[in-house]
């Protein structure tokens, strides 16, 4: 649709109306020459000579024209425009920053797919990983690894095909046979803090006990717990284990516990699908929607109309001068 940026500039289209009615007219005097033997020669030329003023004429196409070009102009001041369909774009509102163990301990065979036979624990995160990333189109989505450290592997980004590509190709034992859990929540917290999100989801999943952290986990979580950061931690290991492989099944209900999130554990395959599904229930994709609508500048056209028309006008009245001189000469 078309609009004038400035509507009520077109209230200068009667000014010139007004001037000719309210000014006084413009006076001026012109130089002359002076004959002795005017009247004999207004005599010889039959002319009977008047005295008083000379009122300069003007055309009705003259004055057309004049009244053209003002209101092309006052239209070009008030900056006609043209308003384009909106575009809308949506923008995400949370970073879902995924915590992914892998130690050595994660290769170990111990869950069940749906048909019974046994798998790697690593094989089933990752297929119930995927899968949950594919579901959050709405959201920035970030991955660590860890292991004796934590390693960031993707950004928050909204390449989820990336994401998931890493994720397929994540190995047991890649990041060191340890668990270093609570660096993994000091990493994860580096990473919130440069973002600008009002929403920051951790979703930590782990199968055994910190052995290699400097950073105790329950201080990294009441540090996330004061950024605004929910995490919801994830056991898949066994409780009942030793050493490092025994998962610390308190520690990851308190860590969830003071961030405001939940905990859960998965013994196979299809409880852990349950658990992303839940995660994915209880954490709706948050989007704001932006719109607007580009505008084209029109007041060009007016404005060269204007221009080219008085430069017509002028150019065509001095080549009738021209000629009408050759033709009296």
């Avoid at 554990?265 to 994709?285: E, K, R």
């Amino acid at each position: 649709m078309y609009e004038l940026a400035l509507p009520w500039l077109l209230l200068l289209l009667p000014v010139p109306l007004l001037a000719w009615r309210l000014l006084p007219p413009r006076h001026s005097i012109e130089p002359s020459v002076r004959l002795p033997f005017f009247d004999d020669v207004a005599k010889a030329a039959g002319i009977t000579p008047s005295q008083g003023s000379v009122i300069a004429g003007r055309t009705r196409s003259q004055a057309a024209m004049q009244a053209t070009v003002w209101c092309l102009l006052v239209v070009a001041l008030a900056r006609p425009q043209f308003i384009e369909p909106p575009i809308e774009k949506s923008e995400p509102q949370r970073d879902i920053l995924l915590a992914l163990d892998l130690s050595q301990s994660m290769d170990t065979r111990d869950f069940a797919k749906p048909d019974g036979s046994p798998e790697p624990r690593v094989e089933a995160v990752k297929q119930t990983v995927t899968d949950f990333i594919a579901k959050r189109t709405g959201d920035r989505i970030g991955l660590i690894a860890f292991g004796d450290a934590p390693y960031p592997l993707a950004p928050f980004t909204m390449d989820h095909p990336l994401v998931s590509k890493m994720v397929a190709n994540l190995l047991p034992g890649i990041a060191g046979p340890r668990t270093a859990l609570g660096d993994s929540l000091g990493l994860a917290i580096r990473m919130f803090d440069k973002t600008n999100m009002p929403e920051k989801v951790l979703i930590l999943l782990t199968d055994g006990n910190d052995t290699a952290s400097r950073m105790p986990p329950l201080k990294a979580a009441e540090i996330a717990r004061t950024k605004g950061i929910t995490i919801h931690t994830i056991g898949i290991g066994d409780p009942k284990a030793s050493g490092e492989d025994k998962l610390d099944m308190a520690t990851l209900q308190q860590i969830a516990a003071k961030t405001g999130g939940r905990y859960f554990f998965g013994s196979d395959q299809t409880s852990l699908s349950a658990i992303y599904n839940v995660l994915d229930a209880i954490t709706p994709q948050a989007q704001r929607s932006l719109s607007w609508r580009p505008r084209i500048e029109l007041f060009p056209w007016p404005l060269a109309a204007a221009v080219l028309l008085l430069s017509g006008w002028y150019l065509s009245s001095g080549m009738i001068g021209v000629a009408r001189r050759r033709f009296a000469g």
